[in-house]
């Protein structure tokens, strides 16, 4: 059955790193769009990260410069680079993978950025 499991949240100070890991299976992981989005509390929502079949990268103004995303198609997993991290980015991060007739989503993994 298809799955999406994200794993590398946790805790970090402002300023701090984290790496979040998406590995998928049970679909052809190669001929998805991969995203990573992200939810606050209290907020809707939002797109993070898009990184399309040929790799080209698209960015949320609010993490542009900071974040980095990236897929390894021989693993089927899926990566998120998170530099320079600030409070505001405190969120439930979901990964998702989109095609023409599929939409997947797996089930978050929480990062919090405080002091």
């Known amino acids: 059955q298809v799955q999406l499991v994200e794993s590398g949240g946790g805790w970090v100070q402002p300023g701090g790193s984290l790496r979040l890991s998406c590995a998928a299976s049970?679909?052809?992981?190669?001929?998805?769009?991969l995203g990573w989005y992200r939810q606050a509390p209290g907020k809707e929502r939002e797109w993070v990260a898009i990184i399309d079949i040929d790799r080209t990268t698209t960015y949320s103004e609010s993490v542009k410069g900071r974040f980095t995303i990236s897929r390894d198609n021989a693993k089927n997993t899926m990566y998120l680079q998170m530099n320079n991290l600030k409070p505001e980015d405190t969120a439930v991060y979901y990964c998702n993978a989109i095609s023409f007739s599929n939409d997947y989503w797996g089930q978050g993994t929480q990062v919090t950025v405080s002091s």
């Open positions: 049970g679909f052809p992981f190669r001929s998805y769009t």
